[in-house]
T-cell receptor, first 114, second 122 residues
Framework: GESVGLHLPTLSVQEGDNSIINCAYS??????FIWYKQESGKGPQFIID?????DKRQGQRVTVLLNKTVKHLSLQIAATQPGDSAVYFC?????????????FGKGTKLSVKP | EAQVTQNPRYLITVTGKKLTVTCSQNMNHEYMSWYRQDPGLGLRQIYY?????VTDKGDVPEGYKVSRKEKRNFPLILESPSPNQTSLYFC??????????WGQGVDTGELFFGEGSRLTVL
C-alpha cells in the first residue's frame, strides 16, 4: 500500500497535462516490455506492452516508446487525470534469458494535482 | 470474474512460526508466480511455476517454499519466518511466460496480480 511509494522517483503533474514516465532497462537482450500501474493498496495492473521489433505502440490515452539504442522505455499519458495517480513500473523480459520471466524496475510515483 | 485471490491479506506473526499464504486463480492459467515488494527495491520474484508439479526459483527464493499440486493453486510457504521476510507479497498468473506467449504470436504476456498479502514477522 502506502509504503510502496516511499523512496521512489516522483513525477508531479497538473490535471489535464501530459505525463511522461521514463524507464532505463538493463538487458540489451530484452525482447519484450510491459508497463504496469499500481494504485495504493492494490496489486499491479497491466497498462500496455511492446515488442522489441516496434518502437512505438498506442493504447487508450497511453503511448509507449522504445529506444533500443539507449535501452530506454517511456510511457506517455495524455490528459492526465487524478485517477492516474499511482506508482508505474516498467518490466522487461528476454527470450532465452535467465528464466524468460519479467524483471521489474523500481517504479515511479505519479502524483496528479487537481 | 477473472481474478487471483490471496489469503490472508494481512498477517502478523512471530519468528519461527510456520505460515502459508494461499493463492488461487480462476483463469486456467499455466503460469503462476510469487513476488515480494519492498520500499526502494520494487517487485522481486521469489518462485514461479510453469505448470502443475513444475516450480523454479526466482531471484530471492531463500526462506520460502512453494508447491503446485493443482493448476489453480500456488501456495507460498514460510517454514520458519524471520523479520527480514516482513514484506508485501503478490501472487500473479498468466497464460504462460511473457516471452513464450510472444514467440507464439500472442499479443500480450500480461500478468494478473492478486491484491497482495502484507506480512509482518516480529
Amino acid at each position: 500500500g502506502e509504503s510502496v511509494g516511499l523512496h521512489l522517483p516522483t513525477l508531479s503533474v497538473q490535471e489535464g497535462d501530459n505525463s511522461i514516465i521514463n524507464c532505463a532497462y538493463s538487458n540489451s537482450a530484452s525482447d519484450y516490455f510491459i508497463w504496469y500501474k499500481q494504485e495504493s493498496g492494490k496489486g499491479p495492473q497491466f497498462i500496455i506492452d511492446i515488442r522489441s521489433n516496434m518502437d512505438k505502440r498506442q493504447g487508450q490515452r497511453v503511448t509507449v516508446l522504445l529506444n533500443k539504442t539507449v535501452k530506454h522505455l517511456s510511457l506517455q499519458i495524455a490528459a492526465t487525470q487524478p485517477g492516474d495517480s499511482a506508482v508505474y513500473f516498467c518490466a522487461e523480459a528476454a527470450y532465452g534469458g535467465s528464466q524468460g520471466n519479467l524483471i521489474f524496475g523500481k517504479g515511479t510515483k505519479l502524483s496528479v494535482k487537481p | 470474474e477473472a481474478q487471483v485471490t490471496q489469503n490472508p491479506r494481512y498477517l502478523i506473526t512471530v519468528t519461527g512460526k510456520k505460515l502459508t499464504v494461499t493463492c488461487s486463480q480462476n483463469m486456467n492459467h499455466e503460469y503462476m508466480s510469487w513476488y515480494r515488494q519492498d520500499p526502494g527495491l520494487g517487485l522481486r520474484q521469489i518462485y514461479y511455476s510453469m505448470n502443475v508439479e513444475v516450480t523454479d526459483k526466482g531471484d530471492v527464493p531463500e526462506g520460502y517454499k512453494v508447491s503446485r499440486k493443482e493448476k489453480r493453486n500456488f501456495p507460498l510457504i514460510l517454514e520458519s519466518p524471520s523479520p527480514n521476510q516482513t514484506s508485501l507479497y503478490f501472487c500473479a498468473s498468466s497464460l504462460s511466460k511473457a516471452v513464450t506467449l510472444w514467440g507464439q504470436g500472442v499479443d500480450t504476456g500480461e500478468l494478473f496480480f492478486g491484491e497482495g498479502s502484507r506480512l509482518t514477522v516480529l
